[in-house]
């Protein structure tokens, strides 16, 4: 079956840039679907960030476009996602997914907490 | 973009039938059949339990069901059972190619 496994640093300074990587296994990201990623404050609801296929087209939240970078490497079967100047409030656990029909997200990953803090 | 509208909170006892609702807009729910149903049990990722309005994931039960009139979806679990207990968030696709969630509500199983 698909399974996602996010990675990356769980703690970085603020105004520097928070780097995720989601590794897929069980299925080719170069067969299809989109793959997204979605973030979730402490004690807070979700929040969709954006989502890429595996030509590279990439949608993103509006509020956080400016920010947010997705790319996706085929060869390696994983997907990115890169949010620059970050402060306090970037801080969530960040889950990757795959999405089916551009609008919904499963499976999921177990999520990583990133923590932005000097 | 703002968030779907979602209660807060909703109870029920063992057995009953409970109803979520999640109010958007024609630019969202309202104008496609793409919402979605997820269940966070604490400390968990999110898990789908309904997608395209009202078509259930293999292995989800068939105490879960979806459903949509207007600009308004719902979730509705029937036969409620202690591990149902959580939160459940609503999503859709938008008009402007995005996806938004509900601020979630939080289920408890008196």
């Known amino acids: 079956q698909v399974q996602l496994q996010e990675s990356g640093p769980g703690l970085v300074k603020p105004s520097e840039t928070l780097s995720l990587t989601c590794a897929v296994s069980?299925?080719?990201?170069?067969?299809?679907?989109?793959w997204g990623w979605i973030r979730q404050p402490p004690g807070k609801g979700l929040e969709w960030i954006g989502y890429?296929?595996?030509?590279?087209?990439?949608y993103y939240n509006p509020s956080l476009k400016s920010r947010v970078t997705i790319s996706v490497d085929t060869s390696k079967n994983q997907f990115s996602l890169k949010l620059s100047s970050v402060t306090a409030a970037d801080t969530a656990v960040y889950y990757c997914?795959?999405?089916?029909?551009?609008?919904?997200?499963?499976?999921w990953g177990q999520g990583t907490l990133v923590t932005v803090s000097s | 973009q703002s968030a779907l509208t979602q209660p807060a909170s909703v109870s029920g006892s063992p057995g009953q039938s409970i109803t979520i609702s999640c109010t958007g807009t024609?630019?969202?729910?309202?104008?496609?059949?793409?919402v979605s149903w997820y269940q966070q049990h604490p400390g968990k990722a999110p898990k789908l339990m309904i997608y395209?309005?009202?078509n259930r994931p293999s292995g989800v039960s068939n105490r879960f069901s979806g459903s949509k009139s207007g600009n308004t979806a719902s979730l509705t679990i029937s036969g409620l059972q202690a591990e149902d207990e959580a939160d459940y968030y609503c999503?859709?696709?938008?008009?402007?190619?995005?996806?938004?969630f509900g601020g979630g509500t939080k289920l408890t199983v008196l």
């Open positions: 997914a795959r999405v089916g029909s551009i609008s919904w997200f499963d499976p």
């Open positions: 069980g299925y080719s990201i170069s067969s299809g679907y989109y």
């Open positions: 890429i296929d595996h030509s590279g087209t990439t």
């Open positions: 024609i630019s969202d729910v309202g104008g496609y059949r793409y």
């Open positions: 395209e309005v009202s």
């Open positions: 999503s859709s696709y938008t008009r402007s190619i995005t996806v938004i």
